[in-house]
């Protein structure tokens, strides 16, 4: 079975930092896209960033782009987003997903295989 389990959550005042981590098990990551998605209140769920490592390619969102990181330590099936400069619009619930490696298209819901609980960021202004 596979799990992935998002921790880091929390509240930090704006301009301020956190980083996400996800620990998947029962799958390889080697073997996946993996990315961070978030549904923000009374939106629907979006993209923030992704890695499709058999094409060297990495996506961010516009919104995060120059503030937020991605990476992977892949030997122990984990993955990070390290968010800087937070604001009150990024506040959301993220998850933490595997989903097929594709050139294009990749950081979207239709090409997730699994996804994460989800670990609430709250941003106060």
């Known amino acids: 079975e596979v799990q992935l389990q998002a921790s880091g959550g929390g509240l930090v005042q704006a301009g301020g930092s956190l980083r996400l981590s996800c620990v998947g098990s029962?799958?390889?990551?080697?073997?996946?896209?993996i990315g961070w998605f978030r549904r923000a209140p009374g939106k629907e769920r979006e993209g923030v960033s992704c890695?499709?490592?058999?094409?060297?390619?990495?996506h961010y969102s516009d919104a995060v782009k120059g503030r937020f990181t991605i990476s992977s330590d892949n030997a122990k099936n984990t993955m990070y987003l390290q968010m800087t400069g937070l604001q009150a619009e990024d506040t959301a619930v993220y998850y933490c997903?595997?989903?097929?490696?594709?050139?294009?298209?990749?950081?979207?819901?239709?090409?997730?295989?699994?996804w994460g609980r989800g670990t609430l960021v709250t941003v106060s202004s």
């Open positions: 890695i499709s490592p058999i094409y060297d390619l990495t």
């Open positions: 029962g799958v390889s990551f080697d073997d996946y896209m």
């Open positions: 997903a595997l989903g097929r490696p594709r050139r294009y298209g990749y950081c979207s819901e239709a090409g997730v295989d699994y």
